[in-house]
C-alpha cells in the first residue's frame, strides 16, 4: 500500500500562488502517475492535473491551464502542485492520488490511493 500526505495548503489572495506538495511513502513511487483533485464545498470532486511516472507527460483541467504547473520528484517520492494567479473560484480541498498505471490519468476512478487533502482558499 501507498500512503500519500499532502501538505502547503493555506489561505492566500487573489492573484498569489501557492505550491502544494504530496509525500509518498510505502510503494514504488516512480511507477506510477499521479494526479491532483480538488473539491469545493457543494461540489462535485474534480481533475486538476497528472503526471506521468516518468514526470515526462502532463495534463491539466482546462480551469488551471496555463497557472498550474504538476512536477514530481521520483527520487525523494514527492510530487508538487504549483497554482498561480490564484481566483476564489480555486477555493477548495486538494487531494493527491496514486494511479494505477504510469500514464496520466484524468479520471478519479482510475486512481487507487488518496490523500487525506489540504485545504486552499483563495479572499477575493
Known amino acids: 500500500q501507498v500512503q500519500l500526505v499532502e501538505s502547503g495548503g493555506g489561505l492566500v489572495q487573489a492573484g498569489g500562488s501557492l505550491r502544494l506538495t504530496c509525500a509518498a511513502s510505502?510503494?514504488?513511487?516512480?511507477?506510477?502517475?499521479m494526479g491532483w483533485f480538488r473539491q469545493a464545498p457543494g461540489k462535485e470532486r474534480e481533475f486538476v492535473a497528472s503526471?506521468?511516472?516518468?514526470?515526462?507527460?502532463?495534463s491539466y483541467a482546462h480551469s488551471v491551464q496555463g497557472r498550474c504547473t504538476i512536477s514530481r520528484d521520483n527520487a525523494k517520492n514527492t510530487n508538487y502542485l504549483q497554482i498561480n494567479n490564484l481566483t476564489p473560484e480555486d477555493t477548495a480541498v486538494y487531494y493527491c492520488a496514486a494511479a494505477t498505471v504510469r500514464d496520466v490519468m484524468v479520471e478519479d476512478t482510475d486512481y487507487y490511493t488518496w490523500g487525506q487533502g489540504t485545504q486552499v482558499t483563495v479572499s477575493a
Open positions: 510505502g510503494r514504488t513511487f516512480s511507477n506510477y502517475a
Open positions: 503526471v506521468s511516472a516518468s514526470g515526462l507527460t502532463s
